[in-house]
């Protein structure tokens, strides 16, 4: 019997790394081809030759686009998303959690509806809001606006302080502190992952979202980064030596940050022991 213990180890972590390397096969498709001078699309061209590489699909979308102006949009843009997230986020699901007020039941209710409606059925609708009736087309609060409330980071923000120690936000009270003052020192420090986890699944839409800008701005110098590598793929990689390259080499520009963002941040996607500011 001790010795099937090994066995059954070594073929669990057989199997992760199966998994594993399933999962980040195409990642490391995209950053070769991405690389390739000449089109491959036989199973061949995940192993190239090295006198194949160069980074002359970079260069062609960098002849084409202003790269750097399209990642300032998309720092623009996302940025504010970000924070309209957090501080909405923070907010509402503080209110959700902690505070007793007529009506919160039914609040949470429409809160965990919202999120079964897809974006797509209210683009009409908001675009001929923000367009038309607030005049906001061609402007970066144009295309921040209808991100500005995640219900998915609120919904987040809720479950965490709901874990939190009812004696805390008691001792608070008692001390004098008002529901800012506890929220900002009591409640924010403990639920770091949900902040962390917010952050980056709200960046990852906005930094990858390319339709709503484009119906809202056709200015080239406001479009974000997704849009115009969205533009150059629709419009001109077919037209370059390795189009096939030119759009991996694209969608490398775009997932780069997501990917560094999500390195920098995984360590603190564990849960802290909320129950450490009480005693006994």
Known sequence: MRRTKPIGRWAGITLLLIAALAFLFPFY????GSFQKTPDTTIAGAFPRFGDLSLSNYTAINSRLDIPQALLSSGIFTGGVLL???VF??????ALARLHFRGRGLVFSALVLIQVVPF???MIPLYVLIARDYGLSDSYLGMILPF???STAVFIF???FLQLPQELFDAARIDGAGELRTLWSIALPLVRPALLTAVLLTFIGPWNEFLWPFLITKQPDKQPLAVALANYISNVASSVANPYGAILAG???LAAPAVVLFILFQRHFV?????SGVKG
């Open 89 to 94: 986020g923070v907010l509402a699901g503080y």
């Open 29 to 32: 498709y995209m950053v070769v």
């Open 271 to 275: 849960s802290t022991d909320l129950g």
């Open 251 to 253: 969608a490398v520009i």
């Open 158 to 160: 809720r479950q965490y």
């Open 84 to 86: 309209c997230t957090v």
């Open 148 to 150: 500005a409330i995640n």
């Open 120 to 122: 797509q059925l209210l």
